[in-house]
DNA sequence: TAAAATGTACGAACTAGTGCGTATGTCAAG
DNA sequence: CTTGACATACGCACTAGTTCGTACATTTTA
């Protein structure tokens, strides 16, 4: 089976998932502007959702194949829209792409923010955060797959992007503040760096996720099965705070 | 800029590392058979050495840009040989991948094969091991992104290979080992998953090489700095010893 | 001389990107 | 309220360039 070949399976997989047919029936459900919206055979220019039709399927293309591997008129192909209007919108492949790693990070930034972690006491912050953490990864594996995709191109198309670069030193920030309460309350015999334990508890949660496929096939195991997830959830956990209580 | 126009750069950049021109003299070196070679523009064939050459120069292309984006042509000219002699060898750029996936693999099983942790004290062999792993991906990024470009691929290649799926086990069986003299020494208070430890290690060494570019972006570290690689190496065996010992 | 190894040049198919014309919404003037 | 002007939104069909793969000729080895 040659490349192209196992590309056009894939394909042909993915679109028996979603009914080919969109029914126009849906068109009529927003109520954008307030007008009854005529609708035999006229078009309705709906700028905001066309672009973000158009990330959503190239999301989906771009994870599945990688930068290169992704096609702009399979993207096409699958948009309500037309390929003209990709580059209407978002000028090359490459701005696409930017568009798509942008937009996922700005969703898992609001997330990330609205944890109220300062009143609980360490340990427990601590658990919460993780479990955060571990949850949110395993609920975006696309996210994951993009920053995947990044560190194969050297993380060169964030490094163009000040949008992405600023954020998650929220994050740093919270472990920072729970691990200094921790210490100071005696619950922490180790002063540890906390990018240092956010890159423990993120390696983790990232690797299940990012090798789902290697380390299954080699040790034939499912990792999104309900009974592991839980199991590796807590031992993450209970990894970070007896290293910290040590 | 293009992305075309970014690759070029990057070649170029890549090129200007070695330089263009081979002497010739470097064949007179190697002593294959022991037979003088008549050398004044005569050709001597070698294939396996062409093979290995091939080897080389595709192990780069594909893990700097993946297999997508890898070009047959790319690793041809930087080749000793033809392009011809890369589908004369192995058949197409899908064959020549899983060619070096599959070198990539048995590199690595050789190394890990003969270690010798039985007679050490439980503690003592998991740290070693963990030492092991550790600098392992330290040493070999380019097996670590081979992994991340199978995980886009979501391991198919590597699932077409008996070769390779039939790797791996044994660091289970010496991990299993080590557990369970940990548990009957009164050492290790729980009595753990080895798969699932193995995870956990593999995790943190795996994540420090295929996410260097990005977490080394968002968050400024350098994590290939001898400092921060000596203290990680302590902090994951720290870790992983503690959440047994409790 | 037969078989293996190698080089050159080419082609078919694909792919990113565009030229150009059309549709739609808005807003101001009549 | 109607009309017309203008900017934005959209689609078809095409192009220029790339990329994998191969036909054919040639050289080396045995």
Chains 1, 2 share one sequence.
Do not use: W
């Amino acid at each position: 089976m040659t490349l192209e070949q196992m590309r056009k399976f894939d394909v042909d997989n993915r679109l028996s998932k979603r009914p080919v047919s969109v029914s126009m029936a849906d068109e009529t459900v927003k109520a954008d502007s307030g007008m009854a919206a005529k609708r035999e055979n006229g078009r309705k220019n709906d700028p905001q959702r066309t672009q973000e039709d158009i990330l959503d399927v190239a999301t989906e293309e771009f994870t599945t194949h990688g930068l290169a591997g992704g096609r702009v008129d399979a993207i096409a192909e699958k948009t309500r829209t037309s390929k003209r209007m990709i580059y209407y919108y978002f000028g090359s492949k490459e701005g696409l792409y930017l568009a798509v790693l942008e937009r996922a990070y700005r969703k898992i930034r609001t997330l990330e923010e609205d944890l109220q972690l300062s009143n609980l006491p360490p340990e427990q912050a601590l658990r919460v955060l993780i479990s955060t953490t571990f949850e949110h990864d395993e609920a975006n594996p696309e996210f994951v797959r993009l920053v995947s995709i990044e560190n194969i191109h050297h993380a060169a198309h964030m490094l163009r992007s000040e949008a992405i670069r600023d954020l998650n030193v929220s994050v740093i920030e919270t472990i920072a503040a729970i691990l200094d309460r921790g210490v100071a309350a005696g619950v922490f015999a180790r002063k540890a760096d906390p990018i240092d334990i956010h890159m423990l508890i993120s390696a983790f949660c990232f690797f299940r996720v990012s090798n789902r496929y290697t380390f299954g096939t080699i040790f034939r195991r499912d990792l999104s099965e309900r009974a592991t997830m839980e199991r590796h959830k807590g031992m993450i956990a209970d990894a970070v705070i007896s290293y910290l209580k040590t």
